[in-house]
């Protein structure tokens, strides 16, 4: 499934941003669209996940409180990830995922479907 994310930008700590997962051409399934990020120099780390069906949520803790994740309201093709009270410690490039199977939310090795990623870059 093609997946575009967009939303990313410039911010200063403390502020806000709101990224944005879309699939192409087709909605998603029952499943899990998630967010991942990846610093310059670091590993790939989970951020936030959504259950389509049911609206379950799943957050990594360094995020819990301050991002928020949730499916658009109007289109069965789109998430997004609400993110409030940045810190430069979350300046990476973040990518969505989906797969429509059961599993674990948080491991990136368990999506097939990937975003060219967004850059985000909070400054101090």
């Known amino acids: 499934v093609p997946l575009q994310a967009y939303g990313g930008g410039l911010v200063q700590a403390g502020g806000s941003l709101r990224l944005s997962c879309a699939a192409s051409?087709?909605?998603?399934?029952?499943?899990?669209v998630a967010w991942f990020r990846q610093a310059p120099g670091k590993e790939r780390e989970f951020v936030a996940a959504?259950?389509?069906?049911?609206?379950?949520?799943?957050y990594a803790d360094s995020v819990k409180g301050r991002f928020a994740v949730a499916r658009d309201s109007a289109r069965r093709n789109a998430v997004h990830l609400q993110m409030n009270s940045l810190k430069p410690e979350d300046t990476a490039i973040y990518y969505c995922?989906?797969?429509?199977?059961?599993?674990?939310?948080?491991?990136?090795?368990?999506?097939?479907?990937w975003g060219q990623g967004t850059l985000v870059t909070v400054s101090s």
């Open positions: 995922a989906y797969r429509n199977a059961p599993g674990a939310p948080t491991s990136a090795t368990e999506y097939g479907s």
């Open positions: 051409g087709r909605t998603f399934g029952s499943y899990f």
């Open positions: 959504i259950r389509w069906n049911g609206g379950v949520t799943y």
